[in-house]
């Protein structure tokens, strides 16, 4: 669609049809369209509001004048692009082309090929020649041994095979990670061509491997077929080729899964040590229903996030009734109970160690181990360097495993490893290509070190293959609005994705800009509508509350606030404070220098700086290079609202250029500083990187 259909047919002319040849010609040469989205909303969405990413983004040898002359016919004014249509003709026909950027072929009917061939054509035959030989283009630099696993097809239409064949997928992988010598495409970018009509060659191309394991399973009672394909993807060369009918028991699933990897590295001319053979020999469970039961959960574990559901405990529960000794169902339990404590949905360490502790006992050296302590010690201990030790053995058994790259990544970030982290996250999107949250916490990363264009760059490409991905959208808000000062364009930017966000988050947002705007009446309008909740480093809801209206000059009602958010906060320490609780992430510090803060706006200064000292000092950068800032932030409000602004000043100071820490640019817009402005120490602070 043309950006001038959503204002109506009257706006569409000349301007509207190189718009349209310019999508066509952009997703020839791409491989995909510059704009997708999940639903027709967020696609006109994009349409109307997002830039394009850069053709060269997809196909980096694609000449930078083809891309300038696509990005000038996808312009959003019709002013902008070109006029006539010839002009964009011969843009694309005095541009250098080599046959390397052409895209891949679709398997879809022919005529919207045609029509688009004959469009280009029309064009007198410049676009034409940028096309070449019509083809996908070959993964030439593409190692022999690097291999995409493909989602196998349903041929049975049996919804109940739906979680093995989905179990299957990722035990293949596993499979194939731990061989030596094979590099292995991760599985959340394979999963993005379930159902695909992309040739394998495109498909090749796209994910950078040179071989593509095909499948498909059929059920039929009590038996199974599986039918497997192994294929030389840029020259169209199959290697090797199965099909497996066998009854429907747990023991054939592995069987399969085995023989599977055995051929896979003859066929690449990978050499299995004993140890290796055994490993692919190995039968995690001999219960076929507690396998399905794990395959299920296994499902609800990838798709999780800021939500859980109690299913995924349940079913894993289950399948250990059925069979105790089932140690990839034990780590999965513990890494899921270890996840709940980390969205602080449970306080008590003790379920979470025992399942952990039950992996290792049953299965000690194993990956299985090394999963349940890395994730128990990141998300229930918050011990970093512990998570480190055990998780760097899970990457030494499953090498360029993108889940436990991105982790490690993470973890090196919480120590302050800024480079190691990124380095981590850059071999992860080597591996995972097409996974946006590889993306978002590279762009998170790069933003944390002051690097915003890379950035953005990163958030931009999350988002193009995750329109809908909340943390990419707040991510690139953040970067635009506190790294780079540019209010107006964040505004924007966040606001067009206003439907995607919960009506509290939505509010937080709003209270943002109201307190950049200095609206401190908007601010506390839309502090009200947000919930009691609290999240690390951010106002609590009565806290923002306290905090707009004392900015407005309502020292009465600011007290009242400050009153109420005392009384949730000590109820939150309480419910913190049970038997084997955990202060993990710092989360009970932040709550009590939060305290500080109201405090001092009821007037106790004593207690305010006393209590934000203590929370501060317990939980700092030392403690985690990524949220320990909260603390300081909170300690250095409550200085500045007491009236000690040079304590203010010196702990800001402190965090001056520390990366995740405040920036210039965000102390500027704060106005909760407003009482040190004048102050020129805080003014040198202010100044930096104007």
Known sequence: MMVEMAAGPANIGTASDVYSLACVVYEMLAGQPPFTGATTETLVRQHIMAPPPPVTQFRPAVPASVSDALMRALAKAPADRFNPVGQFSSALDHSPVTTASVP???????????????????????????????????????????????????????SSIAPLILGMHAEMITQLTKLGGLTVTSRSSALQYRGSHKSEREIASELGVATVLTGSAQRSGDQVRFAVSLADAPHGKELWAESYDRPYTAATVFAVQGDIARQVAAALRVKLSDQQEQQIARVATSNLEALDLYYRALALWDSRGTQTDSLMEGQLLRAIALDSGFVAAWSLLAQERSWLMRLSYSTDTAPAWAAMHHTKVLAPGSLEAALAGGYYRYYALGDFAGAIRELTAADSITPNSSDVLDALALLQRRLGHWDEAIALLRRASSVDPRN???????????????????????????????????????????????????????RSFVRSSYPLFPPDFRAGIEMSNAFIARDFDGAAASARKMTDQFYPGSDQRSLALALALALRGDSAGARLSAASFLRIARAELERRGGQGSSDAFGRLSDVEAQMGVALALRGEHEAAVRIAETAAARYGIQQDAVEGCHTQRWLALTYTIVGRRADAVAVLRRLHGVPACPTAVELRLDPMFDGLRADPAFQGLTAAGQ
């Open 104 to 158: 891949a072929s679709r398997r879809r009917s022919l005529w919207p090929v045609a029509a688009a061939a004959v469009v280009v054509l029309a064009l007198g035959g410049g676009a034409w020649s940028l096309l070449g030989r019509r083809g996908a283009p070959v993964a030439e630099n593409a190692s022999p041994r690097t291999i995409a696993v493909l989602p196998f097809d349903n041929l049975s239409g049996d």
């Open 436 to 490: 946006p949250r590889i993306f978002n916490d590279l762009g998170e990363t790069y933003a944390y070190v002051d690097r915003p264009q890379e950035a953005l760059a990163s958030l931009d490409r999350s988002l193009a293959m995750m329109p809908t991905g909340l943390k990419a959208i707040l991510s690139k808000f953040g970067v635009l609005q506190l790294t780079l000062g540019d209010t107006a364009r964040a």
